[in-house]
Each structure stands twice: as structure tokens, then as C-alpha cells.
């Protein structure tokens, strides 16, 4: 990959990833939250309907709530694992696991204007991403966190290892907390994703804020893709 292409990527990868699981999208007020959480990222602010769970009816109709509010507001909407939802309602991006379909598959269904994601845990299956049909990876988990009990952090060490074998941008996932961002992009991420740092606090929106900020403290450093 030129260095050309590389900075290009990053330049249309946002540098907040805003995460759900099943719980969240189930939360009574998930929608309205959610479209505050658009407002505070903006441009800089990409959110992951992700629900393992969740029915696809349930997740396509909260996409489709969803995504005139993210066109407003700048932000990039993504659905992980559904590449039929995103196609039905010509979403902007999907973000694929090591269980969904090959993102050269998905890629062919989506055509190439879509942003596609996928998700490694180290530098095996980085290596095995092909590059030309992915726009970004999401990397960890980088620290302990909850959504993984009893499982240590892989450290920030994997952000390298797999910098080593991958020119793609790459999105830190795992137990990043407000104070963690800037040592986090200084290892080599484009930006970090986050889930109960934003939807466990008592305001998601304001936490999105304090992410941000410490995001735009960075601006320059390893990583951004400047």
C-alpha cells in the first residue's frame, strides 16, 4: 500500500468508535441517547450498531432511525456482522468480525464506497486481512475490560506488532478509558473504540466529549494518519 492511499484511509476513518452490545440497544432510551451521541462526535465520531442478539427486524429498524440523524450530524454509521442491513438500507459502512462473511465477500456486495471494518486480536490475523478491501482495523483488547472478564490485555504492544504487518489504520479496542487515548495513539492507533466508557456513564453524550478532547490533543502524533 503507497503512503498515499494509507493517509487517505485514515483521513475518512473517524477517530471515535462508539460501540453497543445487545443490553445497550435494548435500553428504553438507546435511540434518543444515540442521537445525542452523533450530535457531540460529528465528524469525528463513528457508531457501531453492534448486537449479536439482537433480531435483525430490531437491529434494521434502529439503523433506520438512526441514519438520517448520523447523515446530519457527520458521522459514520456502521452496522457489525449485518451485511444484509447495511445493504437494504444503503448504510455508509459495516464492520466485520472474525465470524461474519470475508470482507472481500463483502466487499463485492457493498460495492466500494462503503467503509469496511474488521475487527484482529494480534498480528496473525492482520496478516491475513486483505488490505484493498478493507478501509480499517480494530485492534485488541488492548487492556482488561470488562466486556472480557478474566482475560488480561494483550498491551499496547499489539498496536506495533500488528502496525508491522498491516498499512491499514488502526482503531484501539479495550478498556480505554479518557486517560488511556493519548498513550494509546502514541503506540501507533489511528484512534480508540469505546463501549462503557461512553454508554455506562451517566451522560454518553458529555463522555464522547471528554473522548474527543483528549483525541484532539493528539492531533499530529503517531497514528492519526497526518
Not at 432511525?65 to 457527520?74: F, I
Not at 448504510?91 to 462503503?114: E, I, M, N
Not at 492507533?189 to 490533543?217: I, N, T
Request: net charge neutral.
Amino acid at each position: 500500500m503507497t503512503p498515499g492511499r494509507a493517509v487517505n484511509r485514515a483521513l475518512r476513518i473517524p477517530r471515535l468508535h462508539v460501540v453497543t452490545d445487545d443490553g445497550v440497544l435494548a435500553r428504553r432510551d438507546f435511540l434518543e441517547q444515540a442521537r445525542r451521541v452523533l450530535e457531540a462526535g460529528g465528524e469525528g465520531l463513528a457508531l457501531h450498531l453492534r448486537g449479536p442478539g439482537t433480531a435483525g427486524g430490531a437491529l434494521y429498524r434502529l439503523a433506520e432511525s438512526l441514519a438520517s440523524p448520523a447523515r446530519q450530524a457527520g458521522s459514520l454509521l456502521l452496522v457489525n456482522d449485518r451485511v444484509d442491513v447495511v445493504l437494504a438500507l444503503g448504510l455508509p459502512g459495516v464492520h466485520l468480525g472474525q465470524r461474519s462473511l470475508p470482507p472481500a465477500a463483502a466487499r463485492r456486495l457493498l460495492g466500494g464506497a462503503v467503509v469496511v471494518g474488521v475487527s484482529v486480536h494480534g498480528e496473525e490475523e492482520a496478516r491475513d486481512v486483505p488490505q484493498e478491501v478493507v478501509d480499517f482495523l480494530l485492534v485488541g483488547a488492548v487492556f482488561a475490560t470488562p466486556s472480557h472478564p478474566g482475560q488480561e490485555g494483550a498491551g499496547l504492544g499489539l498496536l506495533g506488532r500488528v502496525a508491522a504487518v498491516s498499512g491499514l489504520p488502526l482503531v484501539a479496542i479495550g478498556g480505554i478509558t479518557p486517560a488511556r487515548v493519548r498513550e494509546v495513539v502514541g503506540a501507533g492507533a489511528h484512534g480508540v473504540a469505546v463501549k462503557g466508557g461512553v454508554w455506562d456513564q451517566g451522560d454518553p453524550a458529555a463522555s464522547v466529549g471528554v473522548y474527543a478532547r483528549e483525541l484532539q490533543g493528539d492531533q499530529g502524533s503517531p497514528g492519526t494518519g497526518e
